[in-house]
């Protein structure tokens, strides 16, 4: 039987972080938030029309915080 290739914890640290810090920013400015939901603070993004639209803005804030994190 042969093993996969040894992933070490530290391998996932900047993934999870990101999705961390995505969770945050998502959660506290509404950011994507679908129209008719209000959300406190500032909303970054701009508000998805779909359910659609909302995962693509989370996608997309993933990615600039995954890009963040590791600068």
């Known amino acids: 039987m042969e ?3 040894v992933i070490h914890s ?3 640290r900047d993934e999870d972080i990101a999705l961390d810090l995505m969770k945050f920013i998502a959660m506290t400015t509404g950011y994507g938030r679908t ?3 209000s959300g406190a603070g ?6 998805a029309a779909k359910p ?3 995962a693509a803005h ?3 804030l993933y990615g600039k ?3 963040a994190v590791k600068k």
């Open 3 to 5: 093993e996969g290739p």
């Open 10 to 12: 530290s391998a996932r």
């Open 35 to 37: 129209t008719g939901g």
């Open 42 to 47: 500032f909303t970054g993004g701009g508000a």
């Open 52 to 54: 659609e639209e909302y």
């Open 58 to 60: 989370l996608l997309e």
């Open 65 to 67: 915080c995954k890009d």
